[in-house]
T-cell receptor
Framework: LAKTTQPISMDSYEGQEVNITCSHN???????ITWYQQFPSQGPRFIIQ???TKVTNEVASLFIPADRKSSTLSLPRVSLSDTAVYYC???????????FGGGTRLMVKP | DAEITQSPRHKITETGRQVTLACHQT?????MFWYRQDLGHGLRLIHY???????NKGEVSDGYSVSRSNTEDLPLTLESAASSQTSVYFC??????????FGPGTRLTVL
């Protein structure tokens, strides 16, 4: 499984756009990039998944450059309720195994 | 609505006792997983199953076992609880495409 590297923590303010970048230099051809969100005392929750270029849903956007060695999760206009830990994971869909790293702890301030 | 539940939500036990944590999902997912999360850390995979009667070891499987007798349930058993197994345990299930649905977690304390 490809190893991922992401910042340990980030601070932001309400209403700002937040971009969290994840490095995955050893990503394999069949690997997808998936992001999860975890609030305190809760299980992780799927946010978004992509393979290349850009994916957007009602919660976030995911930008993946052509070499796929990194990806950026973009959260538009964050609110206090977006304070959470965000995990970047890389793996094959068929395998369904995920390796969670330490994640990025996002703190949104008023 | 379909859901995934875990029981108990909190458990205190003593070293050496056998403990079983329940996980039940109503999505009819073939894939089910058990993770542990220690304070301030990410999740680590304990065991997983791709279907009935299928079980596989994850990265931290020592001291744990699972069995899959039906689609809905994947109980996790600690054969002889140790203090190092004090943690929060999350169960998850999925159909495909890496979108796992997680349960609310079980906080286990081994004294």
């Amino acid at each position: 499984l490809a190893k991922t590297t992401q910042p340990i923590s980030m601070d932001s303010y309400e209403g700002q756009e937040v971009n969290i970048t994840c490095s995955h230099n050893n990503i394999a051809t069949n690997d997808y990039i998936t992001w999860y969100q975890q609030f305190p005392s809760q299980g992780p929750r799927f946010i978004i998944q992509g393979y290349k270029t850009k994916v957007t849903n009602e919660v976030a956007s995911l930008f993946i450059p052509a070499d796929r060695k990194s990806s950026t999760l973009s959260l538009p206009r964050v609110s206090l309720s977006d304070t959470a830990v965000y995990y970047c994971l890389v793996g094959e869909n068929a395998g369904n195994m995920l390796t969670f790293g330490g994640g990025t702890r996002l703190m949104v301030k008023p | 609505d379909a859901e995934i539940t875990q029981s108990p939500r909190h458990k205190i036990t003593e070293t050496g006792r056998q403990v079983t944590l329940a996980c039940h999902q109503t999505w009819n997912h073939n894939n089910m997983f058990w993770y542990r999360q220690d304070l301030g850390h990410g999740l680590r995979l304990i065991h997983y199953s791709y279907g009935v009667h299928d079980t596989n070891k994850g990265e931290v499987s020592d001291g744990y076992s699972v069995s899959r007798s039906n689609t809905e349930d994947l109980p996790l058993t600690l054969e002889s609880a140790a203090s190092s197994q004090t943690s929060v345990y999350f169960c998850a299930s999925s159909f495909s495409v890496n979108e796992q649905f997680f349960g609310p977690g079980t906080r286990l304390t081994v004294l």
